[in-house]
């Protein structure tokens, strides 16, 4: 059985999709038989940050509405085999989603034996990120440090306990907490919410805290996932919340304000 | 356009009813004139319902044609009859009467005088009367126990609202909107274990988290209805 986990937020430009590309790369640099899938249906943008975007023949809508079939439409990613992107419609809109076509979607790719499937949500609370949910086994709840993005994703737990199949059925998905854009010097400014004070509201088990990182836009432009960026803070925490999802132990890492040696003292860094 | 001339509504008027206790002619003119000598100017030419359902099966031996004789010799205008026997309906239209429609409320004579005003709501039968939560109420969730209380086992989010007929109890911040006693329950209570609600309301009188002492904010407290007055106090 494939486990489904969709990526989901509520409010916009919070790193969903970054954490989808960089999630689902981790999974498969690790040996899993991974999908990405991009539930933003008319705001197609997985392909940019996967780097596949000119190898986009068929796409989500075609094979929902019959027009290619699964294998036809996934994208095999250029850095592992184990990747497979299936894109966004760009020219139509998240009407063009239906549930029994988003089930056999999902089906199509349990049976040929994908071990993690990830949905990347849209924005909002609306057709496409309701779809994106319905079918998950688990949930990554993406927050960034600020009030209404807190607010959302608090909203998005809510529907995630009563609008999925599993909800339906009595039984919990496996909810996740990961912060993004952390940024430990404006917290201890007091510009931004701390970490405990996100936890303290939203009571949801915390998997992992990426910092605010330059390398995450240098990353996007360039097609490139960030967590294949070894050198940087974002890609390591990003690497550490995978594991972390496949059930290994590891420290929570980039919470403190990094000391600045004499030598960055000197010459900035 | 043209000219209306006439509409037929149906429409409820204030009527007297004569309601009839026997069904022998000659007692009911006796005390009818003497109703009528008492309140003359009361009841001078105005209309009247006469109310068999007292006579019962006596009603077949009422004289109609007498009984509507009398009636206007008195100076009242006999209206129509109302709760006949069935058997007597067909004796009283050839009579002249019109037969209206039985009401609704029983007889005046017949309803039990008003002794004791039941005060508590009567709950229909298997009404949920306790409802229980042991995860968080988030943002956008509404909880809702129109005839009982609520327990919250965690906390409760901004934006979330909670409405319960009765009492409300959250073991864990109360962060969202809380409405206590919708049904107009004055005597239902809210408690909590933070009080950082965004509004707190029992039966309807409601208070912004704004307004009240920042001291009580973030305390364990109870909020009850003194009067008109809603009071919080810590616990």
Same mark, same amino acid.
């Given at each position: ?20 590309? /960089?999630? /689902? ?17 008319? =705001? ?28 036809? /439409? ?38 040929? &034996? ?14 496409? /990120? ?5 079918f998950a086994d688990d949930a990554i709840i993406v927050t960034n ?24 059925? &009595? ?6 907490? =990961? ?81 600045? &040696? ?8 | ?7 037929? %509504? ?97 007889? *005046? ?5 008003? *002794?004791?005003?039941?005060? *508590? ?86 208070r912004l988290l704004d307004e009240i002492e920042s001291n009580l ?13 809603? %009071?919080?106090?810590?616990?």
């Amino acid at each position: 059985m494939s486990r489904i986990v969709v990526v989901t937020s509520g409010k916009g430009g919070v790193g969903k999709t970054t954490t989808s590309a /960089a999630f /689902a790369t981790g999974l498969a640099l690790k040996g899993y038989k991974t999908a990405v899938i991009d539930f933003d249906v008319g =705001l197609r943008n997985l392909d940019l940050i996967m780097g596949c975007e000119r190898r986009v023949v068929y796409d989500f809508i075609n094979v929902i509405s019959g027009e290619a079939n699964i294998k036809q /439409a996934l994208i095999k990613d250029k850095r592992s085999d184990n990747l497979f992107i299936l894109p966004a419609s760009q020219t139509r809109d998240k009407d063009a989603l239906t549930q029994d076509g988003v089930e056999k979607v999902l089906k199509d790719l349990t049976d040929d &034996g994908f071990d993690f499937i990830v949905c990347d949500s849209p924005a909002g609370i609306e057709r496409g /990120a309701a779809l994106a949910m319905y079918f998950a086994d688990d949930a990554i709840i993406v927050t960034n440090p600020e009030v209404s993005s807190v607010r959302d994703s608090d909203r998005i737990l809510g529907l995630l306990q009563s609008r999925t199949r599993k909800a339906e059925r &009595g039984e919990n998905i496996h909810e996740h907490l =990961l912060i993004t854009r952390y940024s430990p010097a404006r917290v201890a400014s007091g510009d931004m919410l701390a970490m405990e004070d996100i936890l303290e509201i939203l009571a949801v088990p915390l998997i992992g805290v990426i910092p605010e990182s330059v390398s995450v836009l240098q990353a996007s432009n360039s097609g490139v996932p960030v967590i294949l960026d070894k050198e940087s803070t974002a890609g390591q925490a990003y690497d550490d919340f995978v594991r972390r999802f496949l059930g290994e132990t590891v420290p929570h890492r980039f919470l403190e304000v990094e000391k600045k &040696g004499l030598f960055k003292r000197l010459f900035g860094g | 356009m043209k000219e209306q001339i006439i509409d037929l %509504k149906g429409e409820m008027s204030l009527l007297t009813v004569l309601v009839l206790h026997s069904g022998n002619m000659h007692s009911i003119s006796t005390a009818l004139e003497t109703k009528c000598q008492q309140a003359s100017q009361f009841l001078e030419r105005s209309p009247i319902i006469i109310d068999c359902q007292l006579l019962g099966e006596t009603g077949l031996e009422l004289d109609f044609v007498e009984l509507k004789l009398q009636v206007s010799k008195l100076g009242l205008v006999p209206v129509g009859l109302r709760n006949l026997w069935e058997e007597a309906e067909a004796k009283a239209l050839a009579a002249g009467w019109a037969l209206l429609r039985p009401s609704k409320q029983q007889p *005046t004579a017949n309803i039990p005088p008003v *002794t004791e005003v039941n005060l *508590t709501p009567e709950y229909p039968e298997a009404v949920q009367r306790l409802l229980v939560l042991d995860r968080p109420v988030r943002s956008g969730q509404q909880v809702y126990c129109p005839y009982g209380d609520i327990v919250v086992l965690q906390h409760t989010s901004a934006g979330s609202e909670l409405l319960a007929g009765g009492s409300v109890h959250v073991y864990g911040a109360l962060r969202g909107r809380v409405l206590a006693g919708i049904q107009g329950d004055i005597q239902a209570r809210i408690f909590c274990e933070r009080l950082e609600a965004e509004l707190i309301a029992i039966a309807g009188r409601y208070r912004l988290l704004d307004e009240i002492e920042s001291n009580l904010k973030g305390q364990s407290v109870m909020i009850y209805l003194d009067q008109e007055k809603l %009071k919080i106090v810590p616990i």
